[in-house]
């Protein structure tokens, strides 16, 4: 399946504004949070920027930044929009988006123009059609992460390309550009590939412990393939993945076992998944970051098959992939 269109991609422009001019971040109050803490967070670092109290019907942040970096509001708690923090001033319209400052108005105008070859794309009525919108869709992306790979813009549009690069592709690239490399999600994402690379198809597994309990304690249990599920309760693909694990366990469950490992999520709402979706093999709850660390992974589900010798025979596959991996090796 193709890349999804990024209708929210961030555009770029010269900001032209004096360091010394401040910023004013406008955000319009709500009756749900009234009283509640609103942060700006540096998007590329995860450092908290700025703080203020919501209150009545506009909320005003007030500073000074070096220069523009890519943001993201925080409120009472939960993921606000995302924008450009740059010195100006910075309004949100009704469907959260940025306005009134020199980015995030490019930013707008950008997303109208990936907004239109959407819509175009959606109106296509052959494969031919949808191949050729699609290549004018990743031409216009590139040229835009090109002409703004210098700037937060430029950031924000190659994270979202990176993650279909092959990792000398990704490395290749950053080397070229001193400002990507001074990015934290790109080392990230530099560091988790070489991760996943080293944990793929041929290589052994890598354990971990979770309060007591490790994976070593599942492989070739019973001198049986592991089917690891790492999942989260609010990730819609892991949970439509789950029916296909019962069919794929119910015709081999005299090869096969399967274990799930909670992931980015929190135990109550794996616990009541757990039971909602009628899980009946062991769950490791509460793992986090650890194997995702561990395996390089960006995405959920991510789904692997490990041989009674401990040797990964297949990774991130899903559905009929998935499937034919499994009977392959059971084979």
Same mark, same amino acid.
């Given at each position: 399946?193709? @890349?999804?269109?990024?209708?929210?991609?961030?555009?770029?422009?010269?900001?032209?504004?004096?360091?010394?001019?401040?910023?004013?971040? =406008?955000?319009?109050?709500?009756?749900?949070?009234?009283?509640?803490?609103?942060?700006?967070?540096? #998007?590329?670092?995860?450092?908290?920027?700025?703080?203020?109290?919501?209150?009545?019907?506009?909320?005003?942040?007030?500073?000074?930044?070096?220069?523009?970096?890519?943001?993201?509001?925080?409120?009472?708690?939960?993921?606000?929009?995302?924008?450009?923090?740059?010195?100006?001033?910075?309004?949100?319209? /009704?469907?959260?988006?940025?306005?009134?400052?020199?980015?995030?108005?490019?930013?707008?105008?950008?997303?109208?123009? *990936?907004?239109?070859?959407?819509?175009?794309?959606?109106?296509?009525?052959?494969?031919?059609?949808?191949?050729?919108?699609?290549?004018?869709?990743?031409?216009?992306?590139?040229?835009?992460?090109?002409?703004?790979?210098?700037?937060?813009?430029?950031?924000?549009?190659?994270? =979202?390309?990176?993650?279909?690069?092959?990792?000398?592709?990704?490395?290749?690239?950053?080397?070229?550009?001193?400002?990507?490399?001074?990015?934290?999600?790109?080392?990230?994402?530099?560091?988790?590939?070489?991760?996943?690379?080293?944990?793929?198809?041929?290589? /052994?597994?890598?354990?971990?412990?979770?309060?007591?309990? @490790? *994976?070593?304690? #599942?492989?070739?249990?019973?001198?049986?393939?592991?089917?690891?599920?790492?999942?989260?309760?609010?990730?819609?693909?892991?949970?439509?993945?789950?029916?296909?694990?019962?069919?794929?366990?119910?015709?081999?469950?005299?090869?096969?076992?399967?274990?799930?490992?909670?992931?980015?999520?929190?135990?109550?709402?794996?616990? @009541?998944?757990?039971?909602?979706?009628?899980?009946?093999?062991?769950?490791?709850?509460?793992?986090?970051?650890?194997?995702?660390?561990?395996?390089?992974?960006?995405?959920?589900?991510?789904?692997?098959?490990?041989?009674?010798?401990?040797?990964?025979?297949?990774?991130?596959?899903?559905?009929?992939?998935?499937?034919?991996?499994?009977?392959?090796?059971?084979?």
């Amino acid at each position: 399946m193709k @890349k999804l269109f990024m209708i929210a991609a961030l555009g770029a422009a010269a900001c032209g504004m004096n360091a010394a001019d401040p910023y004013k971040v =406008q955000v319009p109050g709500t009756a749900d949070l009234e009283g509640a803490m609103l942060y700006i967070i540096n #998007y590329d670092n995860g450092e908290y920027v700025d703080s203020v109290l919501c209150e009545g019907e506009m909320t005003v942040f007030e500073g000074t930044i070096d220069e523009p970096i890519p943001a993201r509001l925080i409120m009472d708690g939960k993921r606000g929009p995302s924008f450009i923090l740059e010195n100006g001033s910075i309004s949100f319209d /009704k469907q959260g988006k940025a306005f009134g400052s020199p980015l995030n108005d490019v930013n707008r105008e950008l997303n109208d123009s *990936l907004a239109a070859i959407g819509r175009k794309y959606n109106s296509c009525t052959s494969e031919a059609e949808k191949e050729a919108v699609y290549a004018q869709y990743e031409k216009y992306l590139k040229e835009k992460m090109d002409e703004n790979i210098d700037n937060p813009v430029g950031l924000m549009i190659f994270m =979202q390309t990176a993650y279909g690069m092959a990792p000398e592709e990704l490395e290749a690239y950053v080397a070229k550009v001193p400002s990507l490399q001074k990015s934290q999600r790109v080392s990230q994402l530099i560091e988790m590939n070489r991760r996943k690379a080293a944990t793929g198809v041929g290589a /052994k597994y890598t354990d971990f412990d979770i309060n007591g309990k @490790k *994976l070593s304690d #599942y492989v070739g249990k019973d001198g049986k393939y592991l089917l690891v599920d790492f999942w989260a309760s609010w990730c819609g693909p892991c949970r439509r993945e789950i029916p296909g694990i019962k069919e794929l366990l119910a015709a081999n469950s005299d090869k096969l076992n399967v274990l799930g490992v909670a992931v980015w999520d929190k135990v109550a709402d794996t616990e @009541k998944a757990i039971k909602d979706l009628d899980i009946t093999w062991p769950v490791i709850l509460d793992a986090q970051q650890i194997p995702t660390d561990i395996y390089g992974i960006s995405g959920i589900p991510c789904i692997m098959l490990i041989a009674p010798d401990g040797t990964i025979v297949s990774r991130d596959k899903q559905g009929a992939d998935l499937k034919a991996d499994v009977e392959k090796a059971l084979k």
